[in-house]
């Protein structure tokens, strides 16, 4: 049982483990609410860790199905590109999350 626990723990809601060097792992956990940050450069970053597409869409698949009414804050760099906030808004909704915010800067 505390076996499947764990699994379950780090599968489902990829909690934060200690890896060998002492760092903890780059995954991020699931929250009921969750600021997104876009940057000036075009980067993407959860929880002071920037993201690659992949990831992003990882980790909104894990919210469609386990949290699907969470809530996604997003703040935008002033200087950042358009381009990547329609990307994000764009994948939000390709996996149905809809309860989204523009945070002021």
Do not use: W
Request: include cysteine; hydrophobic fraction near 35%; aromatic fraction near 6%.
């Amino acid at each position: 049982i505390v076996t499947m626990s764990s699994y379950v723990e780090m599968i489902l809601l990829e909690t934060n483990l200690p890896t060998a060097s002492g760092g903890n792992s780059a995954k991020v956990d699931l929250q009921k609410s969750l600021t997104i940050e876009l940057t000036a450069d075009g980067h993407t970053v959860i929880n002071g860790t920037r993201q690659t597409s992949e990831s992003l869409n990882r980790l909104f698949r894990r919210y469609a199905r386990l949290m699907p009414d969470a809530e996604f804050l997003l703040q935008c760099d002033p200087e950042s590109k358009h381009y990547t906030l329609v990307t994000l808004l764009s994948a939000l909704y390709r996996h149905n999350l809809k309860n989204v915010k523009l945070l002021k800067t």
